[in-house]
């Protein structure tokens, strides 16, 4: 059974290696353009990890998460920040909101895997 990621990223460049990145280590893709639509999509995605951005239009990465925090069904699902953004208060903030983990772009394909295969281990 291939585990499910969904990722919430507003560049379609990042969605598109995202996508190559994830689909060739053997997950399921499901994407979102921002933390609207990752709100939106949650409930029919059922993901086994949540790879967000923290700079998106309508929602940003910090209200996404608490969004999917908020709802008890998916309190323990491991979600991973991969953003351009190194600070440490905005990494600290998206701790504080539930983000499991933080990646810094441009991502290195392999880290990726290795941190989601660790986080759904």
Sequence with gaps: MKKKVLT??????????????????????????????????????????????????????????????????????PILVLTTESDAEKKNRARQAGATGWIVKPFDPTKLIDAIERVTA
Aim: net charge negative.
């Design 8 to 77: 919430v990223d507003d560049s379609r460049t990042i969605r598109n290696m995202l996508l190559v990145t994830l689909n060739n280590a053997g997950f399921e893709t499901i994407q979102a353009e921002d933390g609207v639509e990752g709100l939106e999509v949650l409930e029919e995605a059922n993901p086994d990890v949540i790879v967000t951005d923290i700079n998106m239009p309508r929602l940003d990465g910090f209200g996404f998460i608490e969004g999917v925090r908020r709802n008890e069904k998916y309190r323990a699902i």
